[in-house]
Every structure is written in structure tokens, then in C-alpha cells.
């Protein structure tokens, strides 16, 4: 079966820091891109960022870009996502999701594409 499984979630003022880890289990990355995606309230999901695998290109949205930081550890099967000087508007539930791409700068998924439940960060003016 696979499992991705969000954690590191919190609250924390803005100017602060937070860092995601996305576990996965029942498939390895090597083969896809992962990436991280949010859903802030009343707002559609949106991809964040993308990491491949094989050769660790990253790949971030404007609104982000500069601030978090997408990395992955291949032995733990661990994606992670370090969240700086982060602002009320990164308020939202923040996804992990597989396999993942990016075109015309917008990150997706694509084909049979996996969630995790997600973990909430919520960011105090």
C-alpha cells in the first residue's frame, strides 16, 4: 500500500520557521518527482514546489521562491520542505503528492497520483 504521511505542521508568527517531512512508504522516489502543494482556506490547492529524485532539481512558484527550500533524503524515502520568513498568506494545509510536474509554472500531479492527509500550518500576523 502507499503512504505518504505529512508532519511538522504548526503555528508560529510570521517571520518565523517551519520544516515539513513528507514520509513515503510502498514506492520509492527514484522514479518521480515529489512535490509539495497547499490549501489555504477558500482558496483552490496550489503546488508549491517540486523535487526530482534522479538528478535534484528543484522547482519553486514565484510566491515562495527565496523562502522555502525543498530537499529530499533518498535513504529515508523523505521529502522535506523548510519554510523561512514565512508570511499570514502561507496559511494553509500543506500536502505532499506524487508523481509530480511542473509546466508553465504550475506544479501538478499526474497519471495515479498519491496524497498524503496533509499537516496545517497556520501563520499569526
Given at each position: 500500500e502507499v503512504q505518504l504521511v505529512e508532519s511538522g505542521g504548526g503555528l508560529v508568527?510570521?517571520?518565523?520557521?517551519l520544516r515539513l517531512s513528507c514520509v513515503a512508504?510502498?514506492?520509492?522516489?527514484?522514479t518521480y518527482d515529489?512535490?509539495?502543494?497547499r490549501r489555504a482556506p477558500g482558496k483552490e490547492r496550489e503546488g508549491v514546489s517540486c523535487i526530482n529524485f534522479s538528478d535534484g532539481a528543484t522547482y519553486y512558484v514565484d510566491s515562495v521562491k527565496g523562502r522555502f527550500t525543498i530537499s529530499s533524503d533518498n535513504a529515508?524515502?523523505?521529502?522535506?520542505?523548510?519554510?523561512?520568513s514565512l508570511k499570514p498568506e502561507d496559511t494553509a494545509v500543506y500536502y505532499c503528492a506524487a508523481p509530480a510536474a511542473h509546466a508553465m509554472?504550475?506544479?501538478y500531479t499526474y497519471g495515479s497520483d498519491y496524497w498524503g492527509k496533509?499537516?496545517?500550518?497556520?501563520?499569526?500576523?
Open positions: 508568527q510570521a517571520g518565523g520557521s512508504s510502498g514506492f520509492t522516489f527514484d515529489i512535490g509539495w502543494f529515508k524515502n523523505t521529502v522535506y520542505l523548510q519554510m523561512n509554472g504550475v506544479i496533509g499537516t496545517l500550518v497556520t501563520v499569526s500576523p
